[in-house]
Every structure is written in structure tokens, then in C-alpha cells.
């Protein structure tokens, strides 16, 4: 059974934040694989979203780890699939793990 997808503005703006990033400094093809990993994460998310753990226990907001420099968190509300944001795993951590 598929969930529905969904992308806050947030998601939007951390995504392409992060590829532009990625095109400066490892260049077009490592982008082009990283967007073969996100693709993919995001096919898994659609048909099983609880497949990863909760990241924030007060919101049940889940972590999806796309590759070692980047995360996808995200939650699910129903059949509904909400993608947050993209996250650098580099960055300050905003929860504990």
C-alpha cells in the first residue's frame, strides 16, 4: 500500500540548498548519485515510512539517513508522508539521537 508524499517549502529550500552545495564541492556526478539515493530513500518512504526511527519523540518526527552527510526527516500523519527538511548530518544536531 503506497502513502502520499508531501513537501513542506522547508523541504523545497533544504534540498536544493544542499545540492547546490554538493555541485561546488564534489562536483555534477556525485550529485547525480546523490540524487539516485534520495530517489530511492524517498520510493522507500512512500511504502514503508515506519521502516525508520523516530528521531524526536514529542513530534514522532522520523530520520531517514541518505547517505553519511545527509538525512531526511520526515512524518507521518495518517497516508500521508510529510517530508521536513533536508538535513546535513555535518550541521549542529537541533535533538539528540
Known sequence: MQYTLSFTPEAEDTYDSLSSQLVERWGERFVLKFEGRVSKALDTLSRTPFLYPVAIEETQIRKCIVHNNCSILYK??????????????????????
Request: hydrophobic share 45%.
Open 76 to 97: 507521518v500523519d495518517g497516508r500521508i508522508v510529510t517530508v521536513i527538511c533536508f538535513w546535513d548530518n555535518r550541521q549542529e544536531p537541533l535533538f539528540n539521537i
